[in-house]
């Protein structure tokens, strides 16, 4: 299984707000194409975010990708996520940025941070994309696994 966090990672990290209060966020397609790629590998993709929000809900639905939302604790949606599909830590690879990610990061088998995630979250990542969040650093790590897989 491969879980991407959300913001700083599927997207740039920048928030968008309208003028009726609502967010928009950018996604790239790039990112997409490796995220269908990998499902119709049989590898299991996951999004964890803070954030509950419709424009997220909506791409990860369209991509068909399993998002767990709406909670600060990353930890506890990753852990509902392993019980879930009955992995291991060690099945698992999570792709990150930021501080929060790092408690999901220290469990799973295989860290890996965005090339402008914060300094912590490099520290301990066992890769690191030449690809920014929200530029493809998603398509690079799941050509990556596909490589890996034979597909």
Do not use: C, Q, W
């Not at 590998?41 to 767990?68: C, K, Q, T, W």
């Not at 879930?84 to 408690?103: F, R």
């Not at 890996?112 to 979250?121: K, N, T």
């Amino acid at each position: 299984m491969v879980v991407l966090d959300v913001d700083g990672v599927l997207t740039d990290g920048k928030l968008y707000y309208t003028s009726d209060g609502s967010i928009t966020r950018a996604f790239n397609v790039h990112d997409g194409m490796g995220i269908v790629r990998a499902l119709s590998s049989g590898i299991i993709v996951a999004a964890l975010s803070g954030r509950d929000d419709p424009s997220v809900r909506r791409r990860m639905d369209e991509l068909g990708v399993e998002l767990l939302g709406g909670s600060d604790d990353k930890l506890e949606r990753y852990e509902d996520l392993l019980r879930k599909h009955g992995l291991k830590d060690e099945e698992v690879a999570y792709i990150g940025d930021d501080i929060n990610d790092i408690p999901v990061m220290r469990r799973v088998g295989v860290p890996v941070a965005v090339a402008d995630a914060r300094p912590e979250v490099k520290a301990i990542a066992f890769y690191v994309t030449h690809a920014k969040g929200g530029e493809g650093a998603v398509r690079e790590v799941l050509d990556m696994v596909l490589n890996e897989k034979g597909a």
